[in-house]
């Protein structure tokens, strides 16, 4: 903790505003609370390059070897200063002095961590003794390592704990995976693996579009975008949370990222409708 108390300030995802290895506090004002985010990825490290990553310094690879007993203290000393200390009061604004989830998001893919299923019990036990259990654990996840057996029953034991998974989809085609991701994927890959998690675990879907050198994503994109979804299984997802370019990517293509305006992620949303599902919009 800093000895300043600072405010958190809304949307702000500093890693190290607690001085924390692993842990890190985000105040949204869209979700209406604090949400704790666990980082897995302290070293940046990523298996996939998306263009509007805010990852700075992001590199390719994995997670390094995670040191759950440091994982555990942190979590613990944090939980306990935000559920019956004064982090609350000392840190957040009021009307935004909730716990609104505890979400694996962090500085690259947190499946990648080796121990996944081991982290989750560490976590599942101190949200539980924490009087946290009713509180939403989330998975944010690009969903690419569902081939290991260690991953998906990963996954499974998040189900059976009452976590969700929000898995990325951000096209449909190998060129557009390859252009938005920075990686050489089949579709057919993407489907088996969404609907290989939804099966396991509440998934939503998280997407994002936006304008490539001032391009809109054209109806061909979404199309094959759609197709994917349908491939994948409309009646397994729980549905899509689709998103803009809010913040700047911190990557070398930022230069060629741009937002489309709200109504034209709205007529997006609109088609996904028409396919069955839930669509929530973030501009
Ligand atoms: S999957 Fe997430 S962490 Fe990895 S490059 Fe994409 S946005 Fe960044």
């Not at 990963?154 to 096209?171: L, M, S, Y």
């Not at 197709?227 to 009646?235: K, N, T, V």
């Amino acid at each position: 903790m800093t000895s300043a108390s600072p405010l958190l300030r809304v949307d702000d995802h500093d890693r190290d505003f607690a001085g924390m290895r692993y842990v890190y506090p985000v105040l949204s004002r869209r979700a209406g609370g604090v949400s704790v985010g666990i980082n897995l990825n302290p070293n940046n490290a990523c298996n996939w390059h998306c263009a509007y990553c805010q990852v700075p310094d992001l590199v390719r690879g994995a997670a390094p070897r995670i040191d759950i007993a440091a994982l555990e203290a942190e979590l613990d000393g944090f939980l306990t200063a935000l559920v019956s200390g004064d982090y609350l009061v000392r840190h957040v604004p009021e009307g935004l002095r909730t716990v609104r989830d505890i979400a694996f998001s962090g500085n690259g893919e947190p499946t990648s961590a080796a121990g996944l299923g081991e982290i989750i019990d560490c976590v599942h036990r101190l949200r539980v003794r924490h009087g946290l259990a009713a509180v939403p654990l989330r998975l944010i996840t690009n969903g690419s390592l569902l081939g290991r057996a260690g991953v998906r029953d990963a996954i499974t034991r998040f189900g059976e704990i009452g976590g969700e998974v929000w898995f990325k989809v951000d096209g449909g085609r190998s060129e557009d995976f390859a252009r938005v991701n920075g990686v050489r994927l089949q579709p057919q890959r993407v489907m088996r693996n969404l609907a290989e998690c939804a099966r396991r675990c509440p998934t939503w879907v998280q997407t994002c579009f936006f304008r490539w050198d001032g391009e809109a994503p054209d109806q061909t994109f979404v199309d094959a975008y759609l197709a994917l979804l349908e491939g994948a299984g409309i009646g397994l997802l729980r549905g899509v949370l689709l998103y803009g370019v809010a913040r700047p990517s911190m990557q070398p293509e930022a230069s060629r990222i741009s937002a489309l305006s709200g109504a034209e992620l709205e007529a997006v949303a609109a088609q996904i409708r028409k396919k069955g599902l839930t669509v929530t919009v973030s501009p």
